[in-house]
Every structure is written in C-alpha cells, then in structure tokens.
C-alpha cells in the first residue's frame, strides 16, 4: 500500500513561492499517478495538477504558467513548485497516489478523487500580506 506523506506548507506573502513535497513510500513512483488537490476554505477539493506514471502532466487552469509538478525517482519524491501565489491558491493541499498506468493518460483530464486510493494528510498553504 502507499502512504503519503506531505511537506513544504507555510504562510508566504503574495507573489512568494512555495515548494511542497510528497514522499511516497510503498511503490515507486514510476508505478504511480501522482496528483495534488486543494482545498480552500468551506469549499470542496479541487485537482490542481497531477502527473502520470509516464510522466505526462496536467494543470488546472487557475494554476497553468505558475505552478509546476515534478517527480525524483530516486528520492520517492513528487514536487508541486508554486511560484507567483495569489491569496486565492490559500488551502489545504493533499498529495494523493494511485498505482496505475492510465489515472491523468497523456495530462488530457482532470484528476478526480475516486481516481485515488492513497492521500496525505494535507499541508496548509496560506497566501497572505
């Protein structure tokens, strides 16, 4: 099984970055679709982005120019680096897995939640002056 674990969260002022981490344990990461979901305050989760056991990415569109999904194959790691953060990417993010070959095929669609059997606890991301 895959357990997650998130790192990286923190309060930055706006037009900061923030790089968050996600170690994977369980699997190797080229056996797994990776992706990243926030959420903000009393609303439901959304896919922010999300990277295939292929390496093909997607990004919502919110996100596209600022943020950047990577993994370290050899660390276990997956990255989501965000640059350029408005006060409205505030939230709670969560890293979450699945071992499969076809979860975000060729970054056409978003990632959904019932995609993904492994999650992180969260991270909070707070994007404040």
């Known amino acids: 099984q895959v357990q997650l674990a998130e790192s990286g969260g923190g309060l930055v002022q706006p037009g900061g970055s923030l790089r968050l981490s996600c170690g994977a344990s369980?699997?190797?990461?080229?056996?797994?679709?990776i992706a990243w979901f926030r959420r903000a305050p009393e609303n439901a989760r959304e896919g922010v982005s999300c990277?295939?056991?292929?390496?093909?990415?997607y990004y919502t569109d919110s996100v596209k120019g600022r943020f950047t999904i990577s993994r370290d194959n050899a660390k276990n790691t997956v990255y989501l680096q965000m640059n350029s953060l408005k006060p409205e990417d505030t939230g709670v993010y969560y890293c979450?897995?699945?071992?499969?070959?076809?979860?975000?095929?060729?970054?056409?669609?978003?990632?959904?939640?019932?995609?993904?059997?492994?999650w992180g606890l969260g991270t909070q991301v707070t994007v404040s002056s």
């Open positions: 990277i295939s056991s292929d390496g093909s990415t």
């Open positions: 979450a897995a699945q071992p499969s070959h076809y979860v975000c095929y060729r970054g056409l669609y978003p990632p959904r939640m019932s995609d993904f059997g492994s």
């Open positions: 369980g699997f190797t990461l080229d056996d797994l679709a």
